[in-house]
C-alpha cells in the first residue's frame, strides 16, 4: 500500500487537479488527499473503486500490481509500431498506437507516436489521405501534441511533439506561432548531441562525433532535395530540370563522401530514391542514356536496401562512421512494399519515353510488377 498514495498523486497531476478539486469529487476532505499523498494515512478500503473509476485505471493499477506486466506490454506495442514503421505499413502501425492509447491513455510517449503516424497519412495512399482528411487528422494531432508538450517529462518526445505542432502553425498560415516554436528550441551548437561530443571520451566520444557527422550529412542531404521538390517550400516551381540536378547530385555526393566505402545500409534507399529523381530530371530533358544510366543505379540501391534484414542491427564500416550503428526504423517509409516494387512503379512513368527499348525492357523484367498504393 506504499505506492497508493504516490500513484493517486501523478493521477491527480496529470489530470491537473487540485488536491481540493479532487477532495470535492471523492467527497473527502482535501487535508486527507495530502495525508494520502505523503504516505502518512490511505484511503478507505471501500474508497479504492471509486477512486479507481474516477482516474479511469484498474485498482491493481493503483496499488502498482500491473507495473511489470505494463512495461513488458508497452515494450512490446512500441516493437511491434516501429516494425510496421519500418515497413511502411502505416496503417497497422496507426491501429498498434490506437490500442496503446486505449490501454496506456496517459503514456505521452505512445501520445508523440500516434500523432507522427497520423500525420504521416497526410502523404500516404488515397485510402490513407482520405482517412486523414475526413477523421479531421489535422485537430486531432494538434490536440495530442499539445498534451505531450504540456505533460511529457521526455525532451525528445516534446521535440517530436513541437516539431508537428510547427508544421501545423504553418499549414494553418499561422507563421508567428510556427516562429515561436521554432525561436524555442535548441539551437544546432547546443544541443544534446552536440553537447555529448564534447563531454564523452575515447570511444565513446568518437562515436558521438561520428553520429552527429553522419546526421548532419543526412540533414543537409534531405535539405537540398526538399529545396528542389518539396512545393511548400516554394522554391520549385522556379527552378528549372538541371538546377534541380545540381541539388540532387549534391544531396547524393554529400551522403557518398561520408560513408565512402559504399557500405550505404539504411542510406541506400535515399540514395537509389535520388537516383530515381535524377532519372526522371533526365526524362524531362530527354536524353535517355542519361535516364537507363541513373535507373540502373537506382536498381543497384533498390536491390541492396531490400536485402538487409530489418531486425538485425549492422555497423557502418566507412571510416567516418565505423563506430556508429545502422537504424533501419530512420526512414519514415509511407508504403508497402520493397524498394524494387517502388521503382517498377516509377518504371511505368518512363514506358513512353523508351519504347521497345531492349535494355529498359531488361531493366522492368529484372525489377518484376509492383502492387504499390499511392
Known amino acids: 500500500m506504499n505506492n497508493l498514495g504516490s500513484r493517486i498523486k501523478e493521477l491527480r497531476v496529470a489530470e491537473n487537479l487540485t488536491q481540493e478539486k479532487l477532495a470535492e469529487e471523492?467527497?473527502?476532505?482535501?487535508?486527507?488527499?495530502?495525508?494520502?499523498?505523503?504516505?502518512?494515512?490511505?484511503?478507505?478500503?471501500?474508497?479504492?473503486?471509486?477512486?479507481?473509476?474516477?482516474?479511469?485505471?484498474?485498482?491493481?493499477?493503483?496499488?502498482?500490481?500491473?507495473?511489470?506486466?505494463?512495461?513488458?506490454?508497452?515494450?512490446?506495442?512500441?516493437?511491434?509500431?516501429?516494425?510496421?514503421?519500418?515497413?511502411?505499413?502505416?496503417?497497422?502501425?496507426?491501429?498498434?498506437?490506437?490500442?496503446?492509447?486505449?490501454?496506456?491513455?496517459?503514456?505521452?510517449h505512445f501520445c508523440a507516436n500516434i500523432a507522427e503516424v497520423m500525420d504521416l497519412f497526410e502523404g500516404g495512399n488515397n485510402n490513407q489521405i482520405s482517412t486523414y482528411v475526413d477523421g479531421n487528422f489535422s485537430e486531432q494531432i494538434y490536440a495530442l501534441c499539445q498534451r505531450v508538450v504540456e505533460e511529457s517529462k521526455n525532451d525528445t518526445?516534446?521535440?517530436?511533439?513541437?516539431s508537428l505542432l510547427s508544421c501545423y502553425y504553418m499549414k494553418s498560415g499561422n507563421a508567428i506561432e510556427a516562429l515561436k516554436i521554432a525561436n524555442s528550441m535548441?539551437?544546432?551548437?547546443?544541443?544534446?548531441?552536440?553537447?555529448?561530443?564534447?563531454?564523452?571520451?575515447?570511444?565513446?566520444?568518437?562515436r558521438q562525433l561520428q553520429k552527429n557527422v553522419l546526421e548532419m550529412a543526412n540533414y543537409i542531404s534531405d535539405t537540398l532535395v526538399k529545396i528542389a521538390f518539396?512545393?511548400?517550400?516554394?522554391?520549385?516551381?522556379?527552378?528549372?530540370?538541371?538546377?534541380?540536378?545540381?541539388?540532387?547530385?549534391?544531396?547524393?555526393?554529400?551522403?557518398?563522401?561520408?560513408?565512402?566505402?559504399?557500405?550505404?545500409?539504411?542510406?541506400?534507399?535515399?540514395?537509389?530514391?535520388?537516383?530515381?529523381?535524377?532519372?526522371?530530371?533526365?526524362?524531362?530533358?530527354?536524353?535517355?542514356?542519361?535516364?537507363?544510366?541513373?535507373?540502373?543505379?537506382?536498381?543497384?540501391?533498390?536491390?541492396e536496401y531490400d536485402s538487409l534484414d530489418k531486425e538485425k542491427t549492422y555497423q557502418f564500416t566507412s571510416p567516418f562512421c565505423d563506430l556508429v550503428n545502422s537504424?533501419?526504423?530512420?526512414?519514415?517509409?509511407?508504403?508497402?512494399?520493397?524498394?524494387?516494387?517502388?521503382?517498377?512503379?516509377?518504371?511505368?512513368?518512363?514506358?513512353s519515353l523508351f519504347g521497345d527499348d531492349e535494355q529498359f525492357i531488361k531493366l522492368c523484367k529484372r525489377v518484376g510488377d509492383n502492387n504499390i498504393e499511392i
Open 230 to 303: 518539396q512545393k511548400e517550400l516554394g522554391f520549385t516551381l522556379s527552378m528549372s530540370p538541371k538546377e534541380k540536378l545540381e541539388y540532387v547530385q549534391a544531396a547524393n555526393t554529400i551522403l557518398k563522401t561520408i560513408i565512402s566505402d559504399g557500405n550505404y545500409l539504411e542510406y541506400s534507399r535515399k540514395l537509389g530514391w535520388n537516383y530515381r529523381r535524377i532519372a526522371e530530371l533526365y526524362c524531362m530533358m530527354n536524353q535517355k542514356e542519361k535516364v537507363l544510366e541513373y535507373l540502373l543505379k537506382a536498381e543497384k540501391m533498390a536491390s
Open 157 to 162: 518526445d516534446r521535440s517530436r511533439a513541437l
Open 26 to 108: 471523492l467527497n473527502v476532505s482535501f487535508q486527507s488527499i495530502s495525508r494520502w499523498e505523503n504516505g502518512i494515512s490511505t484511503p478507505d478500503i471501500s474508497l479504492i473503486p471509486t477512486i479507481a473509476r474516477f482516474f479511469g485505471v484498474s485498482t491493481d493499477y493503483l496499488f502498482g500490481l500491473q507495473d511489470e506486466e505494463s512495461e513488458t506490454e508497452k515494450n512490446e506495442l512500441e516493437t511491434a509500431y516501429w516494425y510496421y514503421r519500418k515497413e511502411g505499413n502505416l496503417d497497422e502501425a496507426y491501429e498498434i498506437m490506437l490500442k496503446a492509447r486505449k490501454l496506456f491513455p496517459r503514456d505521452m
Open 186 to 206: 535548441t539551437d544546432f551548437k547546443h544541443s544534446k548531441e552536440i553537447m555529448l561530443g564534447e563531454i564523452l571520451s575515447d570511444n565513446d566520444k568518437k
Open 327 to 351: 537504424n533501419l526504423s530512420n526512414s519514415d517509409k509511407y508504403y508497402v512494399g520493397t524498394e524494387k516494387e517502388m521503382l517498377s512503379y516509377r518504371l511505368h512513368e518512363m514506358k
